[in-house]
Nanobody, 126 residues
Framework: QVQLVESGGVSVQAGGSLRLFCAAS????????LAWFRHAPGKERVGVAG?????????YYGDSVKGRFTISRDNARVTVFLQMDSLTPEDTAMYYC??????????????????WGQGTQVTVSS
């Protein structure tokens, strides 16, 4: 059973940076996609960043965060990070870690993710 636990969400000022953490267990790193999603009030949940390690590490990003957010993992492969820079109030949302048993370009198919953490709140003030 895949288990995902997020942490690191806080309130920050616009222009600042924040790093989110996802403690992952119960999965095989080489056969799962890992990703971050966000859900803002009044909006649909959207994929923010995803990664696969099959055939080498490949990352995927939503258009609104390209160049500002970076997904990565630690060498022990138990923690997934989301580095968020140049934050704006539009980044305010609940952020979720997610997993999907697959790889390659499927990791960018946000609708396929079926394992979820409980979320961590990020609030960016102007």
């Amino acid at each position: 059973q895949v288990q995902l636990v997020e942490s690191g969400g806080v309130s920050v000022q616009a222009g600042g940076s924040l790093r989110l953490f996802c403690a992952a267990s119960g999965y095989t790193y080489s056969t799962h996609c890992l990703a971050w999603f966000r859900h803002a009030p009044g909006k649909e949940r959207v994929g923010v960043a995803g990664m696969t390690t099959i055939g080498g590490i490949t990352t995927y990003y939503g258009d609104s965060v390209k160049g500002r957010f970076t997904i990565s993992r630690d060498n022990a492969r138990v923690t997934v990070f989301l580095q968020m820079d140049s934050l704006t109030p539009e980044d305010t949302a609940m952020y979720y870690c997610a997993a999907y048993r697959g790889g390659g370009n499927a990791c960018a198919q946000w609708s396929l993710y079926n394992y979820w953490g409980q979320g961590t709140q990020v609030t960016v003030s102007s």
